[in-house]
């Protein structure tokens, strides 16, 4: 079977079924179970000042989850690193590394969607070198070492568990950042494969060793239901409300990604990133992908009732990996 892992963003819109603390706790409750179905990582996104109150606190919230398991690894992908000082993310990210025993994976980006930039005052043109400093940064931060930063000495403490540090990695699009990762990072988080593409040549030209691209990845959100229609006609608002805002942050920023044009009711039924399947249509699915495969659950997808995406992991629990494993 795939590695499995589970995504949250906790968006909050207008329409939502329950109060925002209760989606918080339905989360880190989910995510505890995740922890015990044995899945691969638990992964969060960051964006913010969104009307829908996007998770602007990834690594907060990935301190609780560390409170609330004890395996699955913890992938904050993306971290805005245009918006953060480097010096904090590597006090943060240290401590995360210590309250959760190495389980720590981390994924930086330059960030696309205008407000988040206009919410901080920093400008979009010219972010690359906040990536360039910032790898430089982490890697020196974590060795526990004093070293010079902006013409003063400066020192991070404690160092992580993970040694000689935590794995950076670098997520994109573009040509330009495949090449960057493979030049600065560990490895690549790529928004399409032909930027894997660009990553794997980048590697070979430097010399260093060519890395697979893996083997399939499932649909960014997957929910299952014994009556797929009947599910389909609850989820719909909430999938359109997170395509269509990921489209128009794409379109914003002038990025070509998996949501780079606004959806339909009609359309997104046949949107293979969206899927509502049974559960012997889900068996199927993770034997197609196979055990290099990875799966995305993304249980609360654009403020899904708490309670409905229960339905769908008590059936992914019950019947669907009894039957892969």
């Given at each position: ?237 909430h999938a359109l409300h997170e395509a269509n805002c990921y489209a128009q942050w794409e379109k914003e920023g002038g990025i070509v990604g998996l949501y780079n044009k606004p959806q339909t009711e009609d359309t997104l039924r046949e949107n293979p990133e969206y899927r509502v399947v049974t559960p012997e249509e889900c068996i199927e699915l993770f034997r197609q992908l196979g055990p290099d495969g990875r799966a995305f659950v993304h249980p609360l ?25």
């Amino acid at each position: 079977m795939p590695q499995l892992t589970m995504r949250f963003d906790l968006r909050l819109p207008h329409f939502l079924h329950c109060t925002p603390a209760e989606q918080y706790q339905a989360a880190l409750d989910q995510a505890a179970w995740a922890d015990r179905m044995g899945f691969s990582h638990i992964m969060v996104s960051e964006h913010h000042g969104a009307e829908d109150g996007y998770l602007p606190s990834p690594l907060v919230f990935l301190s609780a989850v560390a409170a609330r398991t004890r395996c699955v690894r913890l992938m904050q992908a993306v971290l805005l690193m245009p918006l953060h000082h480097p010096l904090r993310v590597a006090e943060d990210v240290a401590v995360l590394d210590l309250i959760s025993n190495g389980r720590v994976d981390l994924v930086l980006g330059l960030g696309y969607a205008r407000q988040d930039f206009e919410n901080f005052g920093v400008p979009l043109k010219g972010r690359g070198k906040y990536i360039e400093e910032g790898v430089e940064v982490l890697k020196a931060a974590w060795s526990g070492d004093w070293f010079e930063y902006q013409g003063r000495r400066v020192r991070v403490t404690p160092r992580p568990v993970q040694q000689p540090r935590p794995g950076i990695l670098l997520g994109g699009n573009s040509r330009v950042a495949a090449r960057r990762a493979a030049r600065i990072a560990d490895g690549f988080v790529p928004g399409n494969p032909e930027a894997f593409a660009h990553y794997r040549e980048a590697c070979a030209e430097l010399g260093r060793e060519t890395p697979q691209s893996g083997g399939g990845v499932g649909p960014a959100f997957l929910h299952i239901a014994e009556n797929v229609e009947q599910a389909w006609e609850q989820i719909l608002p909430h999938a359109l409300h997170e395509a269509n805002c990921y489209a128009q942050w794409e379109k914003e920023g002038g990025i070509v990604g998996l949501y780079n044009k606004p959806q339909t009711e009609d359309t997104l039924r046949e949107n293979p990133e969206y899927r509502v399947v049974t559960p012997e249509e889900c068996i199927e699915l993770f034997r197609q992908l196979g055990p290099d495969g990875r799966a995305f659950v993304h249980p609360l997808m654009g403020g899904l009732d708490p309670q409905l995406a229960w339905s769908s992991l008590r059936l992914l629990e019950e019947k669907v990996l009894p039957a892969v494993r």
